[in-house]
């Protein structure tokens, strides 16, 4: 069980829009900041937010970030059959003294 | 563009030690703002942060894996290695090299295609 909790799926029509929750608390999101990856399947992770809210060269603006408190949210616009792919969070925990990682969430479009 | 690519093994022993290359190519491993390390992904755990490594040498390491894990790095041959002794089934994973953007953080913006590991014997 992951101390960052997201949800296991989500899913959207085509050029519709998906959010994706990450909880945590003081510790960890409360206190650093979080990473946002995508994952092709048999592919590594692919980096698409850091610092809770930038995107990396090269990856478009449909993918966005933010954080609130000890949760941080994923947005996903303009859905695209290419979006397929699991998505996770990361970020520092200052009481495990390492990095962690959410559960995941598989994204559908429908 | 700096490419990370891991190498060994991929089919370890139960009780033997698992060890692994990632050489950094187009990019070298001794830049100052830059450090290294290891995750893991395994179907029963997900994600797992293994450790961290500055090209100095200095190292960190999860808690969790701390008393089986020895990260090092050889900047003459511009890559750095991982080893984790003891291993069992649970060991069994992909294991995957990245640069990581702060030494205390989970922004790692550059990843290896991943190795994939068992522990059998």
């Known amino acids: 069980q992951s101390v960052l909790t997201q949800p296991p799926s989500v899913s959207a029509a085509p050029g519709q829009k998906v959010t994706i929750s990450c909880s945590g608390s003081?510790?960890?999101?409360?206190?650093?900041?979080v990473s946002w990856y995508q994952q092709l399947p048999g592919t590594a992770p692919k980096p698409l937010i850091y610092?809770?809210?930038k995107r990396p060269s090269g990856i478009p603006d449909r993918f966005s970030g933010s954080k609130s408190g000890t949760s941080a949210t994923l947005g996903i616009t303009g859905l695209q059959t290419g979006d397929e792919a699991d998505y996770f969070c990361?970020?520092?925990?200052?009481?495990?003294?390492?990095?962690?990682f959410g559960g995941g969430t598989k994204v559908a479009v429908l | 563009q700096l490419q990370l690519q891991e190498s060994g093994p991929g089919l370890v022993k139960p009780s033997e030690t698992l060890s692994l290359i990632c050489l950094v190519s187009?990019?070298?491993?001794?830049?100052?703002?830059?450090?290294w390390g290891w995750i893991r992904q395994s179907p029963g755990k997900g994600l797992e942060y293994i450790g961290t490594?500055?090209?100095?040498?200095?190292?960190y390491y999860n808690p969790s894996l701390k008393s089986r894990v020895t990260i090092s790095v050889d900047t003459s041959k511009n890559q750095f290695s991982l080893k984790l002794t003891s291993v069992t089934a649970a060991d069994t994973a992909v294991y995957y090299c990245?640069?990581?953007?702060?030494?205390?953080?989970?922004?790692?913006?550059?990843w290896g295609r991943g190795t994939t590991v068992a522990v059998s014997s």
């Open positions: 187009d990019g070298s491993i001794s830049t100052s703002s830059d450090y």
């Open positions: 490594i500055y090209y100095s040498g200095s190292t």
């Open positions: 610092d809770n809210d």
């Open positions: 990361a970020t520092w925990d200052v009481n495990l003294n390492t990095v962690i």
């Open positions: 003081t510790s960890n999101i409360g206190s650093n900041y």
């Open positions: 990245a640069r990581f953007i702060r030494w205390f953080g989970g922004n790692m913006d550059v």
